[in-house]
């Protein structure tokens, strides 16, 4: 009965081949979340989306973008991946900004 | 702007002692304050959270954490561990207010490993 539901588990994709990252839920949380999760570092917020609104961080690179069709589903895209894309991303969603935030299982992207 | 900050990055204990992951926290607005574990591959699950009310907060798998304001802590403990508590635990913090308002800031993790 998995809530936050990310897939795949493990996307390899090629130095500037653009890729998705799929995270969906079944908890109508209105607040989605992607973060970045570099090898041996903290989870990074690269941006959220509250219901519609989209809140990007300041600091993450235009490379990166999202959609968010409905209440269920949250895209994470890149558009042309470089080495230092490689790292675990990890979807999140919550009720509002200041409940707790539930974790999906993540995807590990490697770029070759 | 808020920070968060573990001091051990590894803690090394035996199957059934005590052990205790600290964390401290800055910030310019109040706070709400997690506990998150994160074994291998996969996300984070929430162990416990500080919205308001008791210091102490009692989570899942037997951990409990105090908040203590005026020395910003947020430390975790369990009185005795088990191997399956081998994991990373992740101290966060989210602002109720101002431009951190309900965004995660995550300590950089602290490794526990259970030993027999």
């Known amino acids: 009965d998995a809530m936050v539901i990310q897939n795949p588990r493990y996307q390899v994709t090629q130095f500037g081949k653009p890729v998705t990252l799929s995270c969906s839920q079944t908890l109508n949380h209105n607040v989605m979340y992607w973060y970045q999760q570099k090898s041996s570092q903290a989870p990074k917020l690269l941006f959220h989306?509250?219901?519609?609104?989209?809140?990007n961080e300041a600091d993450t690179p235009d490379n990166f973008q999202s959609r968010r069709p409905n209440t269920s589903f949250c895209f994470l895209d890149i558009r042309s991946p470089g080495l230092g894309d490689a790292a675990m991303y990890l979807c999140?969603?919550?009720?509002?900004?200041?409940?707790?935030?539930?974790f999906g299982d993540g995807t590990r992207l490697s770029i070759l | 702007a808020q920070s968060v900050t573990q001091l051990d990055s590894q803690v090394p204990v035996f199957e059934e002692a005590p052990v205790e992951l600290r964390c401290n926290y800055s910030s310019s607005v109040s706070v709400y304050l997690f506990w998150y574990v994160q074994y291998p591959n996969q996300g984070l699950q929430l162990l416990l959270k500080y919205l308001s009310g008791s210091t102490l907060v009692k989570g899942i798998n037997g951990f409990e954490a105090e908040f203590n304001k005026s020395q910003t802590s947020f430390h975790l403990r369990k009185p005795s561990v088990h191997i399956s508590d081998t994991a990373e635990y992740f101290c966060?913090?989210?602002?109720?207010?101002?431009?951190?308002?309900?965004?995660?800031?995550f300590g950089q993790g602290t490794i526990l490993t259970v030993h027999p």
């Open positions: 989306y509250y219901d519609k609104d989209f809140n």
């Open positions: 999140a969603t919550s009720k509002d900004p200041l409940r707790p935030q539930h």
């Open positions: 966060a913090v989210s602002g109720a207010g101002g431009t951190s308002y309900g965004k995660l800031t």
